[in-house]
């Protein structure tokens, strides 16, 4: 009786060292606010690439490899100030173990207005909810 005792102790002390190492791996991969302005901007560049250029009026379909070119460089012009638009329309919460980024952009006249939630965990993103206002 007094072996098993023992070794249950042993199983619960190596489990609660597990649960802990775990806890910690998450705590120091939890993506902080650089990381999702990068990667917001990378969501953003592809969208904008996408939505823009595709949803161009009948009479300027013909244009539309252009508007990709030329998008693709005024936004590779533009990423330091996409990131500081980003970085200021939104807002992080941080639970430790993962974060909650709430953004809200627009870019009128372009663009209608847009909610992004997004976690972060383990180093990566994912966008689980967008809304367009």
């Not at 508007?67 to 012009?77: A, F, H, N, Y």
Request: proline share 5%; with cysteine; charged share 20%.
């Amino acid at each position: 009786m007094v072996k098993v005792t023992s070794l249950k102790k042993k199983a619960m002390g190596w489990g609660g060292l597990s649960v802990g190492v775990v806890a910690i791996a998450f705590l120091l991969s939890n993506p902080g606010p650089e990381q999702y302005e990068d990667y917001a901007v990378d969501r953003l560049t592809e969208a904008l690439e996408q939505e823009i250029c595709n949803d161009l009026p009948p009479q300027f379909q013909q244009f539309s490899d252009q508007c990709r070119s030329v998008g693709k460089t005024l936004i590779d012009i533009s990423e330091p100030q996409l990131e500081t638009l980003i970085g200021k329309n939104t807002q992080r919460y941080n639970y430790g173990l993962f974060s909650i980024y709430h953004t809200t952009l627009s870019l009128k006249p372009f663009t209608p207005t847009y909610e992004f939630e997004t976690v972060g965990i383990l180093q990566q993103f994912y966008i689980y909810s967008v809304e367009e206002r």
